[in-house]
């Protein structure tokens, strides 16, 4: 019975005080935790001693202002991470969009020179092209057939029969659709001429030569068990028109090769050759992508807003119990403390304590500027800022409360009772801690 009593209590527990949404931000180290615990010793040490009193509405309203708090917090750490400057996305730049294109799969933190690409020759698949025949007759006996397909070290039977009614059009349609279903890396169309004949064109779904040495990538040839022969050589499936190769390029004055088209340089740039080039290099580089960045100011625009209008709300709905309009204040003033620079990336502050952002001036900006990264400083200190303001208030959310103060501590002699500072940290063995 006391197993099924406790099990209920942990299932309402999880399902009352689990977080509806997790980040990446809301998991810690095990230094990250000793920090948190340092901290509030730290601001605990000193502190006075408050009267604290049960009522619902005082805690409930505590508990959504860590919620609220939590969710900026998070919000802003997707912007400004270890790993990458969101506000400073670098996107990949080629000289020659119509013969390369280039993708930046490297750290935005990196300088990454220029790079230049001499396109020699791309990769290329293997194509057999059939013989052209009448499309309306069909000089060949009538029955079953089979033949194989080698592709690489694998091999394949295709098997179709032909009848009194049919044509060399109709059977180059059911052998492509026969090759074509049975999505064994090979692709078939039907080619017609002016003359109304018609015939299979057979290609390889990879390119480049093949790993185990062998000069084609497939073969076609007559089954041996086939109850008649010589379909092959009729439609001319075994016509090699196109032979597979590699492609061939130079980077830097170094000549490489490639089986694909498709490839990675030097785990920074994602490549795609689309054409053979002739001249001068392709010039391939770095550039800061205005888009990512006026979208993600956006962003933390949005989120500010919100969280403002968060505080706002839960100030009035507590019936006074909680007064957010510090946080609000405190708010105001890291904004004020960056003012000048944020104002010429196009933020500012109106009187309700809401940010603005002018796409206009920041895109102009950004666009002047010969180093956007060092131009978006401002914007990420200010991040930084609102970071570290937000870990305060998550520490402590009861000092927003109305708490009388009962009685001060001896200065210097404070009794260390970390888990006074609020009374929901010790309760909270989640994300809450």
Not at 93 to 109: F, H, L, M, Q, R
Not at 222 to 229: A, G, I, K, V, W
């Amino acid at each position: 019975m006391a197993n099924i009593i406790m099990s209920g209590v942990y299932n309402h527990f999880l399902t009352t005080y689990a977080s509806p949404d997790t980040s990446k931000s809301d998991t810690h180290k095990r230094n990250e935790l000793r920090d948190i615990y340092k901290s509030i010793v730290r601001i605990n040490k000193d502190a006075p001693l408050y009267l604290l009193k049960r009522d619902c509405d005082i805690e409930e309203s505590a508990v959504a202002l860590k919620e609220h708090t939590r969710k900026f917090r998070n919000s802003l750490c997707m912007l400004e991470n270890e790993e990458t400057d969101g506000f400073c996305q670098k996107v990949a730049i080629a000289s020659d969009e119509e013969a390369i294109n280039v993708t930046y799969i490297g750290n935005n933190k990196d300088d990454v020179p220029d790079l230049s690409l001499e396109i020699k020759k791309l990769a290329l698949p293997q194509i057999n092209t059939g013989k052209f025949l009448p499309s309306d007759s069909l000089d060949i006996q009538e029955g079953s057939y089979y033949f194989n397909a080698r592709i690489e070290n694998n091999n394949f039977e295709f098997q179709f029969s032909i009848n009194n009614q049919d044509t060399n059009s109709t059977m180059v349609e059911r052998i492509a659709r026969l090759i074509n279903k049975a999505n064994v890396s090979l692709s078939a169309n039907v080619l017609t001429d002016e003359d109304n004949n018609c015939a299979i064109e057979i290609s390889s779904n990879a390119t480049g030569n093949p790993e185990n040495g062998q000069l084609l990538r497939f073969d076609i040839h007559d089954s041996l068990n086939s109850p008649r022969h010589g379909i092959v050589p009729h439609f001319g499936l075994d016509n090699v028109s196109q032979a597979p190769s590699n492609a061939i390029f130079i980077v830097n004055g170094s000549e490489h090769n490639s089986p694909t088209n498709h490839f990675t340089l030097g785990n920074v740039f994602e490549v795609e050759l689309k054409k053979e080039t002739e001249g001068p290099p392709i010039t391939i580089g770095l550039k800061s992508d205005h888009n990512t960045i006026i979208k993600n100011s956006e962003k933390l625009k949005d989120n500010y807003n919100d969280f403002v209008d968060n505080l706002e709300n839960l100030t009035t709905n507590s019936k006074g119990k909680v007064d957010c309009s510090k946080i609000i204040s405190g708010l105001n003033a890291n904004f004020v403390l960056e003012k000048e620079p944020l104002n010429k990336l196009g933020l500012t502050m109106n009187e309700k304590g809401k940010m603005n952002i002018e796409k206009a001036v920041m895109s102009e900006f950004i666009s002047d500027s010969s180093d956007p990264k060092e131009t978006l400083k401002p914007l990420r200190d200010f991040t930084n800022v609102l970071k570290n303001y937000t870990t305060e208030i998550m520490l402590d959310p009861m000092k927003y409360t109305n708490r009388p103060i009962v009685n001060y501590k001896n200065p210097g002699h404070g009794t260390i009772t970390p888990y006074i500072t609020s009374e929901y940290s010790g309760m909270m063995f989640n994300y809450y801690c």
